[in-house]
């Protein structure tokens, strides 16, 4: 569910909008991995700071990617998905909500065991996910822009989306 305040004309506080945002497939999915993993886009912005008195996310206009902005995501594995490895080009905090065998992977081979109530901070790195238990999993990431990342001098790009 997601519930959005704004101000009515006087500038009192209300709702503005009560919906429950709908999951839906990733894509690229194939057939199989859409049975077990969807993602919803619950809010988004494409200006920072961020414009609070614009309603263009409840009009339909989800901005494309982080640039300028950010996006609130929430997604849910099934036991047994994976992701394939990939780096956006953003700051992204990520919420386990609940799940018992989600694991991060980066592309040094490291995998971190992540629970519910963890925290992990992706800073432009190379990863992937993992749902190895018998039950599914939530996670929710905020994706903030960012500068361009640089390493050795060398501008990195997005990978595997």
Not at 22 to 28: A, D, F
Not at 88 to 115: A, H, I, P, Q
Request: aromatic share 6%.
């Amino acid at each position: 569910r997601r519930i959005v305040t704004g101000h009515d004309k006087k500038g009192t506080s209300i709702v503005i909008s009560d919906t429950r945002p709908e999951m839906g497939i990733r894509p690229g999915c194939s057939e199989e991995e859409a049975k077990i993993h969807q993602a919803a886009v619950l809010w988004g912005t494409n200006t920072f700071p961020n414009d609070i008195s614009s309603t263009a996310f409840l009009a339909g206009q989800v901005p494309p990617s982080t640039k300028g902005g950010s996006i609130l995501r929430a997604v849910d594995f099934g036991p047994g998905l994976s992701s394939p490895m990939h780096r956006t080009l953003s700051l992204d905090y990520g919420v386990v909500l609940f799940g018992d065998g989600v694991e991060m992977e980066l592309d040094n081979g490291e995998c971190v065991k992540v629970r519910a109530g963890d925290v992990i901070v992706q800073r432009g790195t190379i990863h992937a996910w993992h749902n190895r238990g018998t039950a599914w999993a939530r996670l929710f990431f905020v994706l903030m822009d960012a500068n361009p990342l640089k390493l050795g001098g060398e501008e990195m790009l997005e990978a595997g989306l």
